[in-house]
């Protein structure tokens, strides 16, 4: 019994940590939309069953600190369905409804996505944060050019 108590205790942590990186994505969302809405959004579709969205933590939560100023994320759960409807009342407030609409079954998905709602790059559980910054700095690119 003891075992078991250990296991699940374990089990959570990293729900625990998924969690907090979500809200905290959230958070810096809100913050960066109300600061600069010219910014390109990076948007993540997550579910907690997702093995590629868990390896992608690390990842996101390095986009979300080191680029900050240059994107706004967001993350749209899929999770389950209150996860998911919390997520298409999100997406249709952003302008993002029919991208979710056509992604929400691609968890492990990440799509830099210009101010004018046009997908820029979409990534499919890609580790590397230099792979987003050549995407990122490219459109910064032309868009100042």
Known sequence: ??????????????????????????????????????????????????????????????????????????????????RLRASRERAEALGLADFLAVNQGRTGTVALIAPDGRVIEKFKGELRVDRYEAALASWEQGRDG
């Open 1 to 82: 019994m003891e075992e078991f108590a250990m296991r699940s205790r374990s089990a959570l942590l990293p729900a625990l940590v998924i969690g907090l990186a979500l809200a905290a994505s959230g958070l810096f969302a809100s913050a960066a939309a109300a600061e600069d809405a010219s910014l390109p959004r990076l948007v993540k579709i997550h579910a907690d069953w997702c093995g590629t969205c868990v390896a992608l933590e690390p990842t996101w939560a390095t986009l979300v600190a080191d680029f900050a100023d240059r994107i706004e994320p967001h993350v749209f759960d899929v999770t389950d369905r209150p």
